[in-house]
């Protein structure tokens, strides 16, 4: 998956997200691109740790098709440069169609697990900026820059196979919802709403960490995905932005006006056992901020 921890959204004007030309001598890091099957498009920038795929939900890099074995293979670092290894799958490791037990990697290889077929891609190569930024696009909400809920389910994903794993992992949900939006777009239309929530963006993203993912899920909605964090420090984040949300002036026009926020905060529970329950038990709190008030968190 992505390293990226990059939050912020674009400060004006219509979101851009990708664009930024590259200088042709920059150096990019290596990628593994799939080119083929159920998660084309997907990019794996493989890293310093070894990195495992397979059909497992803990597998650093899940693929859901049954003929790919739990742990099929590895992609590993060693003496500077990239290694796959099979790790006794049912169907084999292929690389460049030829059935491999460990086999050090060289740009363009092409690896087949199954039916997916990955497209390894070496630091340096134009081609990994490419992917990079193609890969971006996808992620990405367009109006606030911010990730989209596509990205974000994928990281819950993660974090709940991670919480699972290891005992005493703490990880934290909150869900951000403006307060009357429609009457926002209703008196001052929709593209005033739309430089609100461009505005609500940027106030979150100065309150998160790196490791945080903040995501837009839904029209006026937004997701903080906070790993190894506790009830009561996601809670204090989430006041910070409802607070800061407050105290913030939006320009609508030529009038000047207050919005609110309301929150819901949930936190991984032992027995979970998928990303929904986490997703219900934030939106339950969502639901008990709105209908006791509004601008609160809960
Ligand atoms: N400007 C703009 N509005 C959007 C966008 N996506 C959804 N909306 C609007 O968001 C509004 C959401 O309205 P409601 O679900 O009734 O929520 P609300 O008015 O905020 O009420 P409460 O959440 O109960 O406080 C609707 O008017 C949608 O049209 C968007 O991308 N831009």
Partial sequence: MSKDSHQQPPTDGETVLLGTARASDERHEAC???IRGARLGSR???GREPLIIGRAVDADFQISERSISRQHCRVFLEDGR???EDLGSTNHTWLNDEMIERSPLRD??????SQTVLKFVDEGNIEAGY???LHESTI????TGLYNRRHAMAVLEKELARARRDEGYALALVILDLDFFKDINDEHGHLAGDGVLRQLSRIAAD??????TLARIGGEEFALILPDTRREEA??????IRESVECETFRLGDEEHSITLSAGVATWQPGMESISELLKAADAQLYEAKTSGRNRVC
């Fill in 32 to 34: 593994l691109v799939i």
């Fill in 82 to 84: 990239y290694w796959i």
């Fill in 140 to 143: 990405r909400d367009t109006l």
């Fill in 44 to 46: 794996i920038v493989p």
């Fill in 131 to 133: 992917h990079s930024e």
């Fill in 108 to 113: 363009g290889d092409l690896i087949r697990i």
């Fill in 207 to 212: 309150r998160v960490r790196a490791s945080d």
């Fill in 235 to 240: 809670w204090q984040l989430a006041e910070s």
